[in-house]
């Protein structure tokens, strides 16, 4: 589940924090890294086990409705919600279980934000449609649960509060976990039953690896790489560069010459992503040209073995990457970090 992009904003969150920190342990910082990293695995399984949470409320919410039809000799209340086949078979998920065990995971303090969601799905035109609906399929019991996830969890003020009360780590996760919770219930099927596979915590060791390196490939060649940024910018004012555009540069270089198999265009369209989340709104198209720059740079002088086209690349002329992309290109986090746009560049000083 944590690919290169959860883990290039990480980089970029901690790299940042480890300048402003004034005990700089790349050791402590690189285990910092790694655990922000598994803290983005533990919000993947919460989320999922927030369906499970508001099926057995909505239980416990038809039960005490039956009780009452059967004394007021009334009509009792539909039983297709909480008989929802997707619902029951992640409650019997076996991963699930064994993850919601050893990590402690549970919404069991949560009580009165599951009945509130509760009421609001209750009070939606899916639930609705759902129950008045003649269609029993698995499909169907799949699909809308993908429908409440995207349209009543995924965009939920009050959800995300409560995830930044429980943990700071899930604050710039939650966008990008959403779109593998949304992966995860497109791919369940009945016929895996509670053997159903979840998402792992890495793809494999090659993307645990990627981390390590990457992390350690900006920090100790700092000094060379924002000498590459300099001889680069001749033609910008690179002294009145904002602190995170350094910050991700640097970055951006390191994984351009600690990686040959990853293409430039990939890594430059990659951080002027970034550029645009967490620095300044002029960033993102800065960036591109400088390291644009620099990557011709690093070529020319024989310091980079890639190949590049003619054409800077611009990442912004592009309308989307890909499908559930929890990016918005006008998005920005500047003001979660405060800059230094007027002090020196070198963010080792």
Sequence with gaps: MINRELIRIKIVQLTYAYYQNGNRNLDNAEKELLFSLSKAYDLYNLLLLLIVAITNEERHRVEIGQQRARREGTQEPSTKFVDNKFALQLESNKMLREAAESMKLSWDDNIEFIRKMCALIEESEIYREYIESDDDSYESDREVWRKIYKQIIQENDDLDALLEERSLYWNDDKEVVDTFVLK??????????????????????????????????????????????????????????????????????????????????????????????????????????????????????????????????????????????????????????????????????
Excluded at 210 to 231: C, G, H, P, V, W
């Design 184 to 349: 995860t219930i497109r791919r369940f099927e009945p016929k895996y039953a509670s053997r159903q596979e979840l998402l792992p915590e890495y793809k494999d060791e090659e993307d645990r690896e990627f981390a390590r390196k990457l992390f350690r490939a900006t920090i100790l060649n700092a000094d060379t790489y924002q000498r590459y940024m300099s001889e680069s910018s001749r033609n910008w004012d690179f002294s009145r560069l904002a602190y995170m555009d350094v910050v991700i540069m640097q970055i951006a270089i390191a994984e351009m010459l600690t990686f040959p198999n990853i293409p430039v265009s990939v890594t430059i369209n990659e951080y002027v992503d970034l550029a645009k989340l967490y620095s300044t709104y002029k960033s993102g198209g800065y960036i591109n040209g400088m390291l644009d720059n620099i990557a011709r740079h690093l070529i020319k002088t024989g310091k980079m073995m890639k190949v590049m086209g003619d054409e800077v690349s611009r990442k912004e002329e592009r309308v989307s990457r890909k499908v559930d992309s929890p990016r918005n290109e006008d998005f920005s986090r500047s003001e979660d970090f405060s800059r230094n746009e007027e002090g020196d560049a070198n963010i080792e000083n």
